[in-house]
């Protein structure tokens, strides 16, 4: 089992920063992808960042390419989320997830997640 533990969120105003922390325990060492996903309010769960554990290759989703940096640092098992020139649209709730495949793009590829950790963006 891996636990996941999200945190970083909150309110910011549009165009501001924010960044996103995932803390994870337990057999990390299954975990070849961690990615962030997002779910707003009455939408999917979308896709918005992975990267592979081992060699920092790094996905993004084409409406927060350019903005968002995802990271991680291996010896403190933690992924961060930089999350920059946010907009409304970015308003939702962010989870962190893992999975022992090599290239995971969609949720149903994940097998351990996060509580997440609300990210809400003011106009």
């Known amino acids: 089992q891996v636990q996941l533990v999200e945190s970083g969120g909150g309110l910011v105003q549009a165009g501001g920063s924010l960044t996103l922390s995932c803390a994870a325990s337990g057999r990390t060492f299954s975990s070849n992808v961690m990615g962030w996903f997002r779910q707003a309010p009455g939408k999917e769960r979308e896709f918005a960042a992975a990267i592979t554990w081992n060699t920092g290759n790094t996905y993004y989703a084409d409406s927060v390419k350019g903005r968002f940096t995802i990271s991680r640092d291996n010896a403190k098992n933690t992924m961060y989320l930089q999350m920059n020139r946010l907009k409304p649209e970015d308003t939702a709730v962010y989870y962190c997830?893992?999975?022992?495949?090599?290239?995971?793009?969609?949720?149903?590829?994940?097998?351990?997640w996060g509580q997440g950790t609300q990210v809400t963006v003011s106009s």
């Open positions: 997830a893992a999975t022992t495949r090599y290239v995971a793009l969609h949720r149903s590829q994940y097998d351990y």
